[in-house]
């Protein structure tokens, strides 16, 4: 017989994971944070065995890490993090492009006007607001393929992408006012139904976006 979970642990356990991955993925907890789970147990009042099994659960999302000495920290973002994610993303997202551009004009205005709220700037106070529509339109592209295998594998990917993306954006502010006009460019093209131009759009977005992250990464271990 199967065993009887909890449901009180279940939720606190869900918590955790959700209150950690957000700190996280929102670098509040910077990258190579020291992690110590009796410390945690004791913030979320709980005992140690589900703060353990909450961090081999961000492990398994790459966003913890166990050291050998300082036990769990938060998983450095590495060089080769930043090539790989931004290769995978430049592969997957501009897949879907020739369906959006066959939307019908409601369900294309919403997604090309996402960014009309920042039209002219992204205050630093405006940040996280940003982000959370940046993020709704990455994976609105990715999902518009239709193809289950592309956005599990991108759901893997997902909350590193998130992170990469405030470890930049928190701390550059013209990152910030590129970015947006890198995006409002995509959703021009969109708009006008030109898949070919919204392509070579997003890809330099994304390019951009690599080059900005690198040279952040680059500069956090001189």
């Known amino acids: 017989m199967a065993p009887t979970l909890n449901p009180v642990a279940r939720k606190l356990s869900s918590q955790m994971y959700d209150e950690l991955e957000r700190v996280i993925v929102d670098c509040t907890l910077p990258p190579g944070s020291a992690l110590n789970d009796s410390d945690l147990a004791a913030q979320f009042e709980v005992s140690r065995t589900p703060v353990r099994d909450t961090l081999h659960l961000l492990e398994a999302s790459g966003l913890v890490e166990r050291g050998r ?48 709220d920042f ?79 919204a392509r070579e759009a997003l890809l330099d977005h994304l390019a951009r976006a690599h080059r900005a992250l690198s040279t952040a990464v680059k500069a956090s271990l001189a």
């Open 69 to 116: 000495s300082i036990g769990w920290y938060v998983t450095p973002i590495r060089m080769r993090d930043v090539d790989e994610l931004a290769e995978l993303r430049s592969i997957l997202e501009p897949v879907g492009l020739p369906k959006i551009v066959q939307w019908d004009d409601e369900r294309l205005n919403r997604l090309t006007t996402l960014f009309d």
């Open 119 to 197: 039209r002219y700037a992204v205050p630093r106070s405006d940040t996280s607001d940003y982000l959370a529509r940046d993020d709704e339109f990455h994976r609105t592209l990715i999902s518009a393929t239709g193809n289950s295998r592309i956005e599990r594998m991108y759901h893997v990917a997902d909350r590193q992408l998130a992170r990469c993306k405030r470890y930049v954006s928190v701390q550059d502010d013209d990152r910030r006012a590129a970015s947006l006009e890198e995006h409002l460019a995509v959703c021009r093209a969109l708009a006008q139904r030109d898949v070919d131009a």
